[in-house]
């Protein structure tokens, strides 16, 4: 998720902080992009070759000569750094971690990165818990991470470069995916952490979330600037959150958001 100014607004002034679906819209329909035929069957196809063959992508993705250089890169600055900012002062080292804890699209934000992730997760005033309602992700790295407080040392213990240079990997994995078939790595992504999301205040605090809940449903960008309850409602009258907890359920939605990203069908309501 792009960063907002709601999202400035919240760091920087003093403020704080059942329906069921009908799935069958899901018949053949032409891309809005290229004119390739996008339809249920190849998108079940994808997202099953996809998660079939992970260990295999990942592999591949982690021999590339880029990765490598950017995985070594990173290691040598947290090595050499002496506080957090250090390391997102480097901009390859920045992007492998934020990369690594799902920031990907706040990357080139080093101001605002350097403020939030030097917060206390405990403060419920500090940047990364004002932020929460809107991209919980800063709070859950300040959390895992908490180098603003304990010092960057945190981040030189062997497992914990391990842990971020891995998840650096399965994040380009995701990317290598979203080539194959635009959307197919959040897809992927969402499946795994749909379970996650047990409401639509959850939803909504998620980026990934937010992007295939919204995208699935046709639900306008443009809730964003409205309040919370009216952003709430509109994810409760097309969908049941707690169906989230369904597996196939969340197949479906994965597959409907596939579809939907890749031309849908223009007009389709739930």
Excluded: C
């Excluded at 908490?146 to 891995?166: F, K, M, N, Y």
């Amino acid at each position: 998720m792009a960063i907002t100014s709601a999202m400035f607004s919240m760091l920087f002034s003093g403020s704080a902080r059942t329906g069921s679906v009908d799935f069958s819209f899901l018949a053949p329909s032409s891309s809005a992009s290229g004119g390739a035929t996008v339809d249920v069957g190849s998108v079940k196809s994808a997202l099953a070759n996809a998660e079939k063959n992970e260990a295999k992508q990942l592999a591949q993705v982690a021999k590339d000569p880029q990765i490598q250089k950017d995985i070594a890169r990173y290691v040598r600055v947290v090595k050499s750094a002496k506080t957090m900012d250090d390391v997102l002062s480097d901009p390859v080292a920045r992007n492998v971690f934020m990369t690594a804890n799902g920031l990907k699209s706040q990357v080139d934000y080093v101001g605002m990165a350097k403020k939030v992730l030097n917060s206390d997760p405990a403060d419920t005033r500090s940047p990364a818990a004002r932020l929460a309602g809107i991209n919980g992700t800063w709070l859950d790295t300040v959390t895992k991470w908490p180098v603003g407080l304990a010092g960057i040392g945190v981040l030189q213990v062997s497992e914990a470069v391990t842990e971020i240079t891995d998840n650096y990997v399965s994040e380009k994995r995701l990317d290598m995916l979203d080539q194959q078939l635009p959307g197919l790595g959040s897809a992927v992504l969402f499946k795994n952490i749909a379970k996650n999301l047990e409401d639509a205040t959850d939803i909504l605090g998620s980026p990934l979330g937010r992007e295939v809940i919204t995208t699935a449903f046709n639900i306008p960008k443009q809730i964003a600037v409205q309040s919370l309850v009216a952003q709430e409602k509109a994810i409760n009258t097309r969908m049941n959150p707690a169906k989230l907890q369904n597996d196939h359920f969340v197949d479906q939605i994965a597959q409907r958001y596939l579809i939907m990203l890749n031309g849908g069908l223009g007009g389709i309501t739930a």
